[in-house]
């Protein structure tokens, strides 16, 4: 045995790996990112980035059926683009073992919504393990393994944010050596026409009976006897319990669905009152009450946004617990980094005042002051259909002045669907494709239009123009976002046009691309009228020093954009000015 100090994602993969785990595939999103970056430097797991989450889904599916144990992890969000197969791998079962890690975003540090996946586990009879700890991450990841191939299902490991990314100690346990299962055919079993499935729901409802039973002697829960104060907490919401209220009596279900409703009967029993505390919505207190378990929860306590040890101290005791006081910080919003080549695309949408629907990525930053490019982002791959949707619903005019935004890998990710019905549909809006060679917000992973995998070796790479000429465009250009004088012209010449047309923004993130990198430009004060255009780039760089502007040398990378929109010629410096 070792001991290690790892961040829950860390540990995820180890468990997968030590359960024998053979295929793992993933598309990236933060908090649940760094699980199949870390299993991808494993030799013995065939690891891949997935267009989407329903793609890496049902590959895991596939290598299940063959007889492989298959990780497939997600976002919350991720899990409502892979609902679909999800709902039938619960009718169709496993041969090797099929462990679905959902990570979710309490707070919304990274995500356009909360959602609490749990639910999920309910809706599609998927048994859910939560684990509170990097080591019970390790842990709860083999034990899924072991389960999905003894009750024949997929098995949840459900996250948050706060057990992904924080760290904490893990014995790591002999690696398994888990052979692959032989396949075959079976047409009854993983064929899903109605009359196979209706005789697979019932197969579900015998195997829920089992594992309800099975949760109540899950050696992953835990009870701590205290005073005559009762809690029943899983995950993060336990460690808040622990520091908040150590004298109180815990109950921790290693297992949330289906919970084991008998052990916690019996330990309700042995206390004054009972309380919940769990993240989000009430569900292992409706749980409870349903089942006739008296319990107190969110009268208490928030169904949005994360806990805290002081919440859960101020509401269930009434009492503070004391931290030391950090010094108030100014507030920091997000901002697009200096040379990011996004920036001039919503300069220009602001002064050209075009509509513009947005999507997800770093590039939705645009949204904010003083750039305010986006009008709206709604999820992953919306951002062409809802500019179609505006289009039939206010005519072809309207059409003139809108544009659909969204970044190369979230166009991989579900904007092609979106292209593909907008040309079918007779949409005449203009699409821009922001290319920037990488998947940004979520830490630079590949994606099929790189042309390099998940290890960073050659693949096939998918030809974007050539995608959306297939899909029914005939107008597709090229244009380099750093020379702004043609991309304000493909802007002005592409919404005029009365017919649908594409036009790829490309240049490579300025975090990936280090060699295009110049010396600093600075400001001529001389020179310099004031007139701040440059201000409404919105770069981090530039900075306003109160009747003059100043640009940072430490921040700026020379890309030249600031040059490009000073009528005065007053930004000097970094070679050639990029947009010149």
């Known amino acids: 045995m070792q001991k290690e100090l790892l961040l829950g994602n860390e540990a995820i993969a180890l468990g997968a790996r030590d359960a024998g785990c053979r295929v793992a595939v993933a598309y990236p999103g933060t908090p649940s990112t760094e699980i199949t970056e870390t299993i991808a430097r494993f030799p013995g797991v065939d690891s891949a980035w997935a267009p989407n989450e329903k793609v890496a889904m049902e590959v895991a599916a596939g290598a299940s059926v063959a007889g492989a144990r298959a990780l497939c992890c997600m976002k919350h969000v991720g899990l409502n683009v892979a609902a679909d197969p999800l709902?039938?791998?619960?009718?169709?079962?496993?041969?090797?073992?099929?462990?679905?890690?959902?990570?979710?975003?309490?707070?919304?540090?990274?995500?356009?919504?909360?959602?609490?996946?749990?639910?999920?586990?309910?809706?599609?009879h998927v048994p859910m393990l939560e684990p509170?700890?990097?080591?019970?991450?390790?842990?709860?990841?083999?034990?899924?393994?072991?389960?999905?191939?003894?009750?024949?299902?997929?098995?949840?490991?459900?996250?948050?944010?706060?057990?992904?990314?924080?760290?904490?100690?893990?014995?790591?346990?002999?690696?398994?050596?888990?052979?692959?299962?032989?396949?075959?055919?079976?047409?009854?079993?993983?064929?899903?026409m109605p009359a196979m499935a209706r005789a697979r729901r019932v197969a579900v409802g015998e195997r829920m009976k089992k594992l309800s039973e099975y949760a109540n002697d899950l050696p992953a829960n835990e009870e701590f006897q205290g005073d005559g104060t009762g809690i029943v907490a899983s995950g993060v919401a336990y460690r808040y319990v622990r520091e908040a209220l150590p004298n109180a009596s815990v109950f921790k279900p290693g297992m949330v669905h289906p919970l084991p409703l008998e052990r916690i009967r019996a330990f309700a029993q042995k206390t004054d009152r009972l309380f919940v505390v769990e993240e989000l919505g009430p569900f292992i207190e409706n749980a409870l009450k349903a089942a006739g378990i008296p319990a107190q929860g969110k009268s208490l306590l928030p169904e949005y946004g994360e806990l805290s040890a002081n919440l859960?101290?101020?509401?269930?005791?009434?009492?503070?617990?004391?931290?030391?006081?950090?010094?108030?910080?100014?507030?920091?919003?997000?901002?697009?980094?200096?040379?990011?080549?996004?920036?001039?695309?919503?300069?220009?949408?602001?002064?050209?005042?075009?509509?513009?629907?947005?999507?997800?990525?770093?590039?939705?930053l645009g949204a904010l002051p003083p750039l305010q490019g986006i009008d709206t982002c709604l999820c992953m791959g919306a951002s062409i259909p809802m500019a179609l949707g505006m289009e039939k619903a206010r005519g072809k005019d309207f059409a003139r002045r809108l544009v659909a935004v969204i970044g190369d890998s979230t166009f991989v990710h579900s904007g092609i669907t979106g292209l593909i019905e907008a040309a079918y549909a007779g949409?005449?809006?203009?699409?821009?494709?922001?290319?920037?060679?990488?998947?940004?917000?979520?830490?630079?992973?590949?994606?099929?239009?790189?042309?390099?995998?998940?290890?960073?070796?050659?693949?096939?790479?998918?030809?974007?123009?050539?995608?959306?000429?297939?899909?029914?465009?005939?107008?597709?250009?090229?244009?380099?976002?750093?020379?702004?004088?043609?991309?304000?012209?493909?802007?002005?010449?592409?919404?005029?046009?009365?017919?649908?047309?594409?036009?790829?923004?490309?240049?490579?993130?300025?975090?990936?691309?280090?060699?295009?990198?110049?010396?600093?430009?600075?400001?001529?004060?001389?020179?310099?009228?004031?007139?701040?255009?440059?201000?409404?780039l919105g770069c981090p760089a530039i900075e306003d020093a109160g009747g003059s502007v100043r640009i940072n040398a430490q921040l700026c990378n020379g890309c030249g954009l600031c040059a490009g929109v000073c009528a005065f010629s007053a930004i000097t410096g970094g070679g050639e000015p990029a947009c010149g």
Do not use: W
Not at 511 to 519: F, I, P, T
């Open 87 to 124: 709902f039938t791998s619960a009718y169709t079962g496993v041969n090797g073992g099929l462990v679905v890690v959902v990570a979710d975003d309490p707070g919304m540090h990274s995500s356009q919504n909360e959602q609490d996946s749990r639910c999920y586990a309910l809706a599609a």
């Open 132 to 192: 509170a700890d990097s080591q019970e991450a390790y842990d709860f990841t083999r034990l899924a393994f072991t389960m999905s191939e003894r009750f024949d299902t997929p098995v949840f490991v459900r996250i948050t944010t706060r057990i992904a990314h924080a760290r904490s100690p893990v014995i790591l346990r002999e690696a398994e050596t888990a052979k692959m299962r032989g396949y075959a055919k079976d047409a009854a079993k993983y064929v899903m």
């Open 312 to 364: 859960v101290a101020e509401k269930l005791a009434g009492v503070s617990v004391k931290h030391s006081e950090a010094p108030e910080l100014p507030a920091r919003p997000p901002v697009m980094c200096p040379g990011c080549p996004h920036r001039a695309v919503y300069y220009l949408l602001n002064k050209l005042g075009l509509t513009a629907t947005g999507d997800i990525g770093c590039y939705t």
């Open 427 to 536: 949409g005449t809006f203009t699409v821009l494709i922001l290319d920037n060679a990488t998947t940004g917000m979520t830490g630079h992973q590949n994606h099929p239009a790189t042309g390099y995998d998940i290890r960073g070796e050659a693949a096939p790479r998918l030809d974007l123009e050539a995608v959306a000429r297939a899909a029914g465009v005939r107008h597709v250009l090229v244009v380099d976002p750093f020379d702004l004088p043609a991309l304000e012209a493909a802007l002005k010449a592409e919404t005029a046009r009365a017919e649908l047309s594409v036009v790829i923004v490309r240049r490579p993130c300025a975090l990936l691309d280090k060699k295009a990198a110049r010396a600093p430009l600075a400001v001529q004060e001389d020179a310099c009228r004031y007139c701040r255009a440059c201000l409404r």
